[in-house]
């Protein structure tokens, strides 16, 4: 577990980061907010979202980010087996952006992966999520062309950060 002090506004606040499991009710709080927002900004056929059962599979780890004990964030890394992984379902709740909660959690999935001795941490995200855009440049990300599965999507932006 990683604990964190943050200050806004002149107050200290307590962030842990922990490896957890997504079938928690606050974690599946975040989970479907996620998806209705990206069901709100894209089709069906632009959306590549890991259901729960994905999420608790032996190649994914899952972090979760909670400020003042209450859950407020989420993210996995799901290794592809060929020295690289993905990150997927980083979500922070509205009420706590602002916080640093998503870069935290970066900080945290790419020590992860630095530790495992991966070559490259990827993602896909969506062409109208300026701030996640912003998040994933600031970390050294870089667009890339599709990889794994994921087809040629006009909606979709793939990036990657070589280790």
Same mark, same amino acid.
């Given at each position: 577990?990683?604990?964190?002090?943050?200050?806004?506004?002149?107050?200290?606040? /307590?962030?842990?980061? +922990?490896?957890?499991?997504?079938?928690?009710? =606050?974690?599946?709080?975040? #989970?479907?907010?996620?998806? +209705?927002?990206?069901?709100?900004?894209?089709?069906?056929?632009?959306?590549? /979202?890991?259901?729960?059962?994905? /999420?608790?599979?032996?190649?994914?780890?899952?972090?979760?980010?909670? #400020?003042?004990?209450?859950?407020? =964030?989420?993210?996995? *890394?799901?290794?592809? =087996?060929?020295?690289? $992984?993905?990150?997927?379902?980083?979500?922070?709740?509205?009420?706590? !952006?602002?916080?640093? %909660? $998503?870069?935290? *959690?970066?900080? %945290?999935?790419?020590?992860? +992966?630095?530790? !495992? !001795?991966?070559? $490259?941490?990827? #993602?896909?995200?969506?062409?109208?999520?300026?701030? $996640?855009? +912003? /998040?994933?440049?600031?970390?050294?990300?870089?667009?890339?062309?599709?990889?794994?599965?994921?087809?040629?999507?006009? #909606?979709?932006?793939?990036?990657?950060?070589?280790?």
């Amino acid at each position: 577990m990683i604990w964190i002090g943050l200050r806004s506004f002149g107050t200290m606040f /307590l962030l842990t980061i +922990a490896i957890e499991s997504p079938r928690q009710d =606050g974690v599946i709080r975040l #989970l479907d907010m996620s998806t +209705a927002y990206a069901e709100s900004l894209y089709p069906a056929e632009s959306n590549h /979202l890991l259901d729960l059962a994905s /999420l608790e599979k032996p190649e994914v780890t899952f972090w979760v980010a909670r #400020l003042e004990g209450e859950i407020v =964030g989420c993210c996995s *890394l799901v290794e592809a =087996g060929d020295g690289t $992984a993905e990150i997927k379902r980083m979500f922070v709740d509205p009420v706590a !952006r602002g916080q640093r %909660v $998503a870069q935290k *959690l970066m900080d %945290v999935l790419e020590e992860k +992966a630095s530790q !495992r !001795r991966l070559t $490259a941490v990827r #993602l896909e995200t969506g062409i109208y999520q300026p701030e $996640a855009i +912003a /998040l994933y440049r600031k970390f050294g990300y870089v667009e890339i062309e599709p990889f794994g599965d994921y087809q040629p999507d006009p #909606l979709s932006l793939f990036m990657e950060k070589a280790l």
